[in-house]
T-cell receptor, first 110, second 115 residues
Framework: ELKVEQNPLFLSMQEGKNYTIYCNYS?????LYWYRQDPGKSLESLFV?????AVKQEGRLMASLDTKARLSTLHITAAVHDLSATYFC??????????FGTGTRLQVFP | GAVVSQHPSWVICKSGTSVKIECRSL??????MFWYRQFPKQSLMLMAT?????????EQGVEKDKFLINHASLTLSTLTVTSAHPEDSSFYIC???????????FGSGTQLSVL
């Protein structure tokens, strides 16, 4: 059974700092997703990673995937307040059924 | 524009009543849709997989008689919460299966509050 774990659960960081969110999954997954959720809103798709070594970047966010370690990371560079949100990773194995991580609540303060 | 539309976005109902939530794929045909539930400050939990023209597949622990799913067409799936109780209050989100841009798209979500 596929399980997905994320850490940290909560992250408070100062503007301008860098940090990484980690996502581990328990069994082989063919796709790894990252989503952003603002309070009371649905999910906004950030990245989808399909193969080992895949790296995608958009703005201050960069996601990577290591399928051998069953690990994906979401790196935040020079954080700004607008990045405050909850970030979820999700994995899927041979279907479109997503198994979500616990989520990381990110708070960026001045 | 939105790829997946969900309606209503917010509903308040009395305990014991039934509530129907609609999920529509606007510009593609979705043979499969998924329904998730999210409690405050928690992750999303898959409830069921909705298959067009056949019975839904429910995840372990989800009462199929309480959460009725109908996927009568390739663009519409509905989730009916029957005899709702306060513990059913939650944020419900649907997603539709498409490989457009290698992404899965989610509806806007429905906040259900049962009094």
């Amino acid at each position: 059974e596929l399980k997905v774990e994320q850490n940290p659960l909560f992250l408070s960081m100062q503007e301008g700092k860098n940090y990484t969110i980690y996502c581990n999954y328990s069994t082989t997954s063919d796709r790894l997703y990252w989503y952003r959720q603002d309070p009371g809103k649905s999910l906004e798709s950030l990245f989808v990673l399909l193969s080992n070594g895949a790296v995608k970047q958009e703005g201050r966010l960069m996601a990577s995937l290591d399928t051998k370690a069953r690990l994906s990371t979401l790196h935040i560079t020079a954080a700004v307040h607008d990045l405050s949100a909850t970030y979820f990773c999700a994995a899927t194995a041979n279907t479109d059924k997503l198994i979500f991580g616990t989520g990381t609540r990110l708070q960026v303060f001045p | 524009g939105a790829v997946v539309s969900q309606h209503p976005s917010w509903v308040i109902c009395k305990s014991g009543t039934s509530v129907k939530i609609e999920c529509r794929s606007l510009d593609f045909q979705a043979t499969t849709m998924f329904w998730y539930r999210q409690f405050p400050k928690q992750s999303l939990m898959l409830m069921a997989t909705s298959n067009e023209g056949s019975k839904a597949t429910y995840e372990q622990g989800v009462e199929k008689d309480k959460f009725l799913i109908n996927h009568a067409s390739l663009t519409l799936s509905t989730l009916t919460v029957t005899s709702a109780h306060p513990e059913d209050s939650s944020f419900y989100i649907c997603s539709a299966s498409t490989f457009r841009d290698e992404k899965l798209f989610f509806g806007s979500g429905t906040q259900l509050s049962v009094l």
